[in-house]
């Protein structure tokens, strides 16, 4: 018998049915595998010199943050993304996107310095994302300071970014610094630092700065520029407000007014913050952001920035119950009872960039 005839009289109908049902399990079962690995969440870390890796990838059964674009994160003052691989700046937001379809970036610029300073750094990194990533834009969210670096980046290279969110940043300023800085030079207007003291704090700031790059994985070499007294006048009121007279847009023109805009150069921007410094007594960090509030004079603030200096762009809400650290769920996530999380704050706010194709 020919290899043709054998294959026929062993071939027949009924032995044929179940062979063409296992391929086609076989074939829907690599189209479901390829799209789960299509559907796949992914976090990277750009704390490094060389580019940003893959830190985790996962499937996941909801579309619910799936952006058009990345979701990028920059952290604030003295910031690091993973410290010492144990402590994570955006304590597990990341992770929480991720599981909704995001594709989250975290980077890392100087740990002190001032913001367009950092804003340069953050730029060359949304730069490589963008090339990562294989798309045009990204939406940056940043947090304390990294509020005002989004918007250098923003302001520079618009073609890079298609939203902006800002979360308990100081955008005019925060009253804390301007004490600090107060104290050290009552009379400094030159913006460098004139004495023994002021240089001696800076140090001390510069040190932070060099410890949280090392621990975030940075090797010696790689240190990036330190500067604590340029971080403290840019953080102030007067800093605040030279650096709004270059980049302005979607900031109230009064330092309690609302944001008259929404979205400029195509860009859409957004903010939000709490109030309050002592959320969750288990909280060690609470009682530290409490004495940092003493100088706002019973003014409503989280610590270190007040509910009007965070307003940029459309204010989600600029008092939900929780301090400095909660808005980015930090010191293990203890935050007020019966608040909205963090976590879901965040994941609210993307699926908000979703919704409007971003």
Request: contains cysteine; proline residues 4%.
């Amino acid at each position: 018998m020919t290899l043709s005839l054998y294959i026929r009289a062993a071939l027949t109908p009924k032995k044929l049915l179940p062979i063409l049902g296992s391929i086609s399990a076989g074939v829907l079962l690599m189209t479901m595998q390829t799209t789960s690995a299509q559907a796949a969440g992914q976090y990277y870390n750009c704390a490094n010199a060389n580019g940003c890796k893959l830190v985790d990838s996962k499937y996941f059964t909801s579309s619910y943050t799936k952006t058009q674009y990345p979701v990028v994160l920059a952290h604030g003052l003295g910031g690091f993304t993973t410290l010492f691989g144990v402590i994570d700046y955006f304590n597990g937001i990341p992770e929480d996107l991720m599981k909704g379809g995001s594709e989250v970036y975290t980077t890392k610029t100087s740990a002190v310095n001032n913001s367009e300073v950092r804003g340069e750094q953050l730029l060359q990194q949304v730069k490589t994302i963008a090339a990562i990533s294989g798309e045009s834009k990204v939406n940056l969210f940043g947090h304390s300071q990294g509020g005002i670096d989004i918007r250098y980046v923003a302001g520079v290279a618009p073609k890079y970014v298609a939203s902006v969110t800002a979360v308990s940043s100081p955008e005019q300023g925060s009253k804390t610094a301007d004490f600090v800085k107060n104290v050290l030079e009552p009379n400094n207007t030159s913006g460098e630092p004139s004495n023994v003291t002021t240089q001696l704090v800076s140090g001390v700031f510069n040190l932070i700065g060099g410890f949280t790059d090392i621990g975030s994985g940075i090797s010696f070499n790689q240190i990036q520029q330190q500067d604590g007294w340029q971080a403290l006048v840019a953080l102030s009121t007067d800093g605040a407000a030279k650096f709004n007279a270059k980049f302005p847009a979607a900031m109230p023109k009064s330092y309690c007014g609302q944001p008259t805009s929404t979205a400029v150069n195509g860009i859409k921007y957004y903010s939000f913050s709490g109030v309050g410094q002592i959320t969750s007594a288990l909280d060690p960090s609470d009682y530290l952001l409490a004495a940092t509030g003493v100088p706002f004079a019973g003014e409503s603030n989280d610590g270190l920035v007040s509910a009007c200096s965070s307003r940029l762009g459309y204010v989600i809400r600029d008092n939900y119950r929780m301090n400095h650290l909660d808005s980015a769920d930090q010191v293990l996530g203890l935050t007020a009872w019966g608040e909205s999380e963090p976590k879901s704050i965040y994941r609210t706010q993307v699926n908000r960039l979703k919704n409007a194709n971003l």
